[in-house]
């Protein structure tokens, strides 16, 4: 959570370094710069009846971005609509896009850390002010910077022009979710992103069916006035190919319980591409608490063996190895974790009466039918 919260507030207002000044107060200064941010990370998590608390177990994936692996002629349209959005108004003013289809990731040009902290502030942000007067209550924060290079104010982060966390900015403008402009030439405008490389770039959020596109514009390239016109291209370039995109998506992949396994709850991690798949909530629910419980431990136990071997190489990654740890809980069940070149695949199984030996079965052929086979340890 302390992650997912620093790359939500590196991806609205850039590094916090830099924005500090270099005496002995930075550290009591970061504390109250950050603190309204936790609060409102606590707020979202605890509100609610289906409160994101619910979420936080060794199944929830919220490490990385669910990916919908597409077929060929599915990928063709996406890359198409892609390539079109890149050669848009002069071609070099859009940069990066970004396609979720019912909140699952089809495709991203961005690197992945960047995609995980984008896609986590829709999902889980952004999506529920603009579907919820009252989750967009919720999103208030009390931070801003002032426009001094080493000064930082607590004023309310609101009275920034385009700031995404103010309750009730975001506006449907046709199919383009904007946010008030001050400037005399639109009356809305693009909110502006951060990425790890340092770059800023203006957000369009266009939204039709089931499609989200996120379109990364470069704001030097475009002034206030022209945003108007590049809405309009871009809009009427989707327009034409959406609906065609979502009908082949819901073919392929129809219904919350799309990668529901029967007899299996699981989570696979990808962590070089930060991609997950994973049963749906609905079915790890289903779970015992004695199976969660064992399931978390062991996380801990893996998480921070990574986190070690990670120190070791200087921060570099982790070299290629192979494990695969099985382990019975108190009732009969098992919990089974293989791990293989960066990714990482945790399975439980509540059946009784199984050996050791028939739990690593039903995980091999679990990871042969649905993976292809890449975490086989023969």
Not at 329 to 341: F, G, L, P
Request: contains cysteine; charged residues 20%.
């Amino acid at each position: 959570l302390l992650q997912e919260t620093y790359e939500l507030f590196f991806l609205l207002h850039g590094a916090l370094r830099p924005r500090l000044p270099q005496d002995s107060s930075s550290r009591s200064r970061v504390t109250e710069v950050m603190q309204p941010v936790f609060s409102d990370t606590w707020l979202r998590l605890s509100s609610g009846k289906k409160s994101d608390l619910t979420g936080l177990h060794g199944l929830s994936g919220r490490e990385g971005v669910p990916l919908l692996p597409l077929p060929r002629s599915t990928f063709l349209s996406v890359q198409l609509i892609v390539n079109l959005l890149g050669n848009a108004y002069g071609g070099s003013t859009v940069k990066y896009s970004m396609i979720l289809h019912d909140n699952q990731l089809v495709w991203s040009g961005l690197p992945p850390t960047d995609s995980s902290a984008l896609y986590h502030y829709f999902s889980r942000c952004l999506l529920p002010s603009l579907t919820s007067p009252s989750a967009a209550s919720r999103l208030r924060s009390t931070l801003s910077f002032s426009s001094g290079p080493h000064r930082i104010s607590t004023q309310a982060l609101g009275s920034l022009p385009g700031t995404p966390f103010k309750a009730g900015d975001w506006k449907s403008n046709d199919t383009f979710y904007v946010v008030p402009s001050n400037s005399s030439h639109n009356e809305h405008m693009a909110p502006v992103v951060f990425l790890r490389d340092g770059t800023q770039y203006k957000m369009l959020i266009y939204q039709q069916e089931n499609v989200t596109v996120l379109i990364l514009v470069d704001g030097s390239l475009l002034k206030d006035h022209s945003q108007l016109a590049l809405r309009s291209q871009v809009g009427a370039l989707l327009e034409e190919r959406v609906p065609a995109l979502d009908t082949l998506l819901n073919q392929h992949f129809a219904g919350p319980q799309r990668w529901h396994v029967s007899g299996y709850r699981y989570l696979f991690v990808d962590r070089p591409f930060q991609n997950i798949r994973c049963s749906p909530e609905s079915k790890v629910s289903t779970l015992s608490k004695e199976s969660l419980c064992a399931l978390n431990s062991l996380r801990a136990d893996v998480d921070r063996d990574l986190a070690r071997e990670i120190r070791q190489q200087g921060g570099q990654g982790v070299r290629e190895s192979e494990r695969e740890i099985c382990v019975r809980t108190h009732h009969d069940a098992w919990v089974v974790v293989r791990r293989s070149r960066g990714r990482e695949l945790y399975v439980v199984l509540e059946r009784s009466g199984e050996t050791l030996m028939e739990a690593h079965e039903l995980v091999q052929h679990f990871s042969e039918s649905s993976f292809g086979g890449i975490f086989d340890t023969e």
